[in-house]
């Protein structure tokens, strides 16, 4: 994929709206009408935002049917979600360390409070 | 080790990038791990191998911070620092970020939210770049581009010894 059509990717992906209509469609194509249901917006805003995903290459319309139900496009969205998996692996491993380094922190903190503890009622 | 919840990475705007996770730590615990040099440079590293021998933090407003990472194998080393614009121990942090040899065009606002709830935190990072061409950029490149590059240079080095075996 080129630099640009990942971009248009990206900026797609980017509002909430356009996420939701993506995961309806992960679970089968449907109409404009199907679509703009679960939103509280109209017919014309729902195209506005289907065409955004249709010029970034997500979903596609068939041409044939008076309904043109669109449908998910899977490549653009596995390539761009691949390099936010590789971004998110990179972090994942710095927090697991983090993790390991609090869960230290908070023995050694319970232990020298013991350790105070214990000294008082000598 | 406790792994309390997995991450999230989303891009919320054209510019952003965020990420959600939770720790089993309480709040103040998971700020000092983000604000106190000694701790910071014991987990804020790259893939094994690399290690923070530069890790210093002046935490006030105005206050600078300055990271340098370094490749143990081949000494390759990547240097990052920036401004505190905003402490509110232990809530919310804001800062600038600043690659020395850039890898995204500008300047990068990074802001940090510290919310406790039942002893445990979950940190909410958003990143915020001066373009969306610059936020692709760390998408696609990540830090990773620092540590691929002195890999390729170690294969390069081995191809052409074995070149001249």
Redesign the interface.
């Given at each position: 994929m080129t630099?640009d059509r990942?971009?248009a990717t990206?900026?797609a992906?980017?509002d909430p709206t356009r996420r939701a209509i993506l995961s309806r469609l992960a679970s089968g194509e449907a109409s404009v009408m199907e679509l703009a249901e679960p939103f509280a917006m109209s017919q014309p805003a729902i195209s506005k935002h289907l065409k955004v995903l249709e010029r970034a290459g997500l979903i596609s319309s068939a041409r044939e049917a008076q309904r043109r139900p669109r449908k998910l496009e899977a490549a653009p969205l596995a390539e761009a979600t691949k390099?936010?998996e590789?971004?998110?692996r990179?972090?994942?491993?710095?927090?697991?360390?983090?993790?390991?380094?609090?869960?230290e922190?908070?023995v050694r903190k319970t232990k020298s409070g013991r350790d105070k503890r214990q000294r008082r009622e000598r | 080790m406790t792994n309390a919840g997995a991450l999230m990475v989303t891009t919320p705007t054209d510019r952003e990038i965020e990420m959600t996770r939770l720790f089993n730590a309480p709040r103040s615990l998971v700020f000092d791990t983000f604000t106190r040099p000694e701790l910071v440079r014991r987990w804020l590293l790259g893939p094994d191998g690399w290690s923070m021998p530069v890790c210093e933090i002046d935490l006030r407003v105005g206050g600078k911070y300055r990271y340098v990472w370094r490749n143990d194998s081949n000494g390759s080393e990547m240097a990052a620092g920036g401004v505190f614009r905003e402490i509110v121990a232990p809530e919310r942090l804001v800062h600038s970020e600043q690659f020395d040899d850039p890898w995204y065009p500008g300047e990068a606002l990074v802001t940090t939210l510290f919310v406790e709830q039942g002893g445990r935190t979950t940190v909410k990072q958003t990143m915020l770049l001066e373009s969306r061409e610059a936020r692709d950029g760390v998408l696609k490149s990540g830090m990773e581009t620092g540590v691929e590059r002195s890999y390729q240079r170690l294969e390069e080095q081995l191809a052409s010894m074995a070149g001249r075996s």
């Open positions: 630099p990942l971009d990206f900026a992906l980017a390099w936010l590789r971004y998110r990179f972090w994942e491993a710095r927090f697991q360390r983090l993790d390991a380094l609090l869960e922190l908070q | -």
